[in-house]
């Protein structure tokens, strides 16, 4: 069976610094992963996808995620963090094959705070 | 284009109610979707229609949950009898086709249940 494992529940960043989220994952065959964000009030909003080709993929909101396959990891990183930014992250996989139902599996997300 | 609505944003009931939660996914959309988060944990899948028809329910908890589509429009979760465990935040999203992730999330409807 799939998971996601977002090993860091919370993390706290001034604002100006880097960010890097871990996301792992494991999934019985080629993946489409995902970073999902929600922040307060607000729906869950896509930052980026990867389906294949570069490993190094660019987002919304100045987010970029690399995939690993040999780690089995897709972290998410952004090079210089903005107070509003402050949210909570969810790394998810869905399955490759489109023919089936796209249900994703989610980590337990990272709930980001940014000091000012 | 009005994204995914849903309501009531925040429901409280106690033990042993009915509640239903509504959705109204994005205009067009034939793929609705069902997650929910139960406090602390990871977002978890419940179902997926396509058009009004139940493409997949294997994450549906048990009996006490009844998802349905009128038309292959808006859609409703009922939770009857609510308990205790049923407490989260309930999600739900459409998307225009069957890629995966391509999904428009609302802001969730939150269930209390005393």
């Known amino acids: 069976a799939q998971s996601v494992t977002q090993p860091d529940i919370h993390i706290t960043v001034s604002e100006g610094a880097s960010l890097e989220l871990r996301c792992n994952y494991s999934?019985?065959?080629?993946?489409?992963l995902f970073w999902y964000v929600q922040s307060p009030g607000q729906g869950l909003q896509l930052l980026l996808k990867?389906?294949?080709?570069?490993?190094l993929v660019q987002g919304i909101k100045g987010f970029e995620a690399e995939f690993k396959r040999s780690q089995s990891s897709f972290n998410l990183r952004k090079p210089s963090v903005h107070w509003s930014d402050a949210a909570e992250y969810f790394c998810?996989?869905?399955?490759?094959?489109?023919?089936?139902?796209?249900?994703?599996?989610f980590g337990t997300g990272t709930r980001l705070q940014v000091t000012l | 284009e009005a994204g995914v609505t849903q309501f009531p944003s925040h429901s409280v009931i106690e033990k042993g109610q009915t509640v239903t939660l509504r959705c109204d996914p994005i205009?067009?959309?034939?793929?609705l979707y069902w997650y929910r988060r139960v406090m602390g944990k990871e977002i978890k899948f419940l179902l997926h229609?396509?058009?009004?028809?139940?493409?997949?329910e294997s994450g549906m908890p048990n009996n006490r949950f009844l998802a349905e589509r009128t038309g292959g429009t808006y859609s409703t979760l009922k939770v009857q009898p609510a308990e205790l465990e049923d407490s989260g935040v309930y999600f739900c999203?459409?998307?225009?086709?069957?890629?995966?992730?391509?999904?428009?999330f609302g802001e969730g409807s939150r269930l209390t249940v005393l």
């Open positions: 999203a459409s998307s225009q086709d069957r890629i995966a992730g391509e999904l428009f």
């Open positions: 999934y019985g065959a080629t993946p489409y």
């Open positions: 990867y389906f294949s080709g570069d490993t």
């Open positions: 998810a996989v869905g399955p490759f094959n489109t023919g089936t139902a796209s249900k994703l599996t």
């Open positions: 205009s067009g959309h034939d793929n």
């Open positions: 229609f396509v058009k009004e028809s139940k493409q997949d």
